[in-house]
């Protein structure tokens, strides 16, 4: 591949190097985006958008050690293990680098870089096929290659769900400004990048915003940018999201989280069309498409006068509801069946069914974190099964009947009471075999058979 026609991610907590990295990148590549937050990683390269990832080694919460460079790398191989990865080490780092490549990095460029160098190894790195290093079968990089277009798959075939996926479709092709509604964990965030992706601007960015996570201090920077000397940290000009979607899609997600004095500097951007970045006086055209997501009960708000009338009326052209998950049972099994071949293949697992007595269970839990808890549940049985087939005692589900939350992801309590749950059916009960095969006395395994009830 040239680096013409590449996508480039920079993940750096260091924005100076992000910003230099930008510049000198963009004038050589297809797309090239940035961002400072790893934990976004995932996310980003579930969508499968890039070509080339440039992963820094030390984020700021372990300066040195690189371990958290590391982590990243095997996250973004178990999703893709085709995309190519150039790990950024400081001087006096080759251990760590040359570790890098044995985890599976492509290669690393050495902090501070000569721009020459470094886009001479990008462009090498492009040139190469990863599979080849891998020397795995060509048979695999088809399946993955298959896995990231359906891990980007809308599934629903409930008729709510068609409803919406219809709708969709259709609203895709235009500019329309789109809201869409749904609890946490329904797929706002899915959908959102499904438009981008069906409309006339997919290859141009799609741009996320969590205004939940951005304090007011740095909404007008982040979303409109600033020009050097703008407040103390402004050290360079730097674009804001909406200049970095330009041609695409900024998607602001948990827009019913602003305060109102923010509401209505959005609203002014709407309205004019136009961002001014923070300490200049010189404003760029807005082009971009913009879809919003809550959560909240919006037309509440507006009632309530904590949202503003005139900037809903902006940004819900078109209204997408998602349904929470325990009001469409259909989509469970297939969902469930989806992350099933998912996690079994990403951790390696000889689990090849669900039991329908399972399927059962699903549907009649009210899965408080919807779709992202289903995912979570799936994936933790797999990992502790030990049948082929999942049956209802290996998916530990929390108490049904409780109010909608966040889902946590990985709890250790849960995984906890399942593994001992797990032994104990294996051991039929046998408290010395039992306690031996999870490394706990027998005393230990009592104490917490009390403690979760069993
Ligand atoms: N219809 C679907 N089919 C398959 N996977 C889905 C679907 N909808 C959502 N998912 C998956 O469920 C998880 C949660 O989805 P997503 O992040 O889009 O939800 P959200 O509504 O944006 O959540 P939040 O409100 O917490 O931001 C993601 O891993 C996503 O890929």
Known sequence: MLLSEAKILIIDDDVDVLSAAKLLLKRHAKLVDIEKNPQKLPFLVT??????????????????????GFHWLDRILDINPNIKVIMITAYGDIEMAIRAIKSGATDFVLKPWENDKLVATIEDVLKEKKGE????????????????SSS??????????QHVLKTSERVAATDANVLILGENGTGKTQLARYLHQHSQRSEKPFVVVDLGALSDSLFESELFG??????????????????????GTIFLDEIGNLTLSLQAKLLTVLQERKVTRVGSNKSIPLDVRLICATNMNIETMVSDKTFRQDL????????LDLPPLRDRPEDIAPLAEFYLKQFRKKYNRPVNDISSALIKKMQQYNWPGNIRELQHAIERAVILSQEKTLQPDDLFLKNSGGQPTTATGFDLEDMEKNMIVQALKRFNGNITDAARELGLSRAALYRRMEKYGL
């Open 226 to 247: 600033h020009v050097k000397g703008a407040f103390t940290d402004a050290k360079e000009d730097r674009a804001g999201r909406f200049e970095e979607a330009k041609g």
């Open 152 to 161: 980007d798959a809308i599934i629903g075939q409930s008729d709510a769900m």
């Open 133 to 148: 290093k891998l020397a795995s079968a060509t048979e695999e990089k088809t399946d993955t290659k298959k896995e990231k």
């Open 47 to 68: 969508n499968g958008t890039y070509d080339l990832i440039l992963l820094d080694m030390n984020f700021t919460r372990d300066v040195n050690s690189g371990r958290e």
């Open 312 to 319: 809903f009326y902006r940004i819900n052209t078109i209204e």
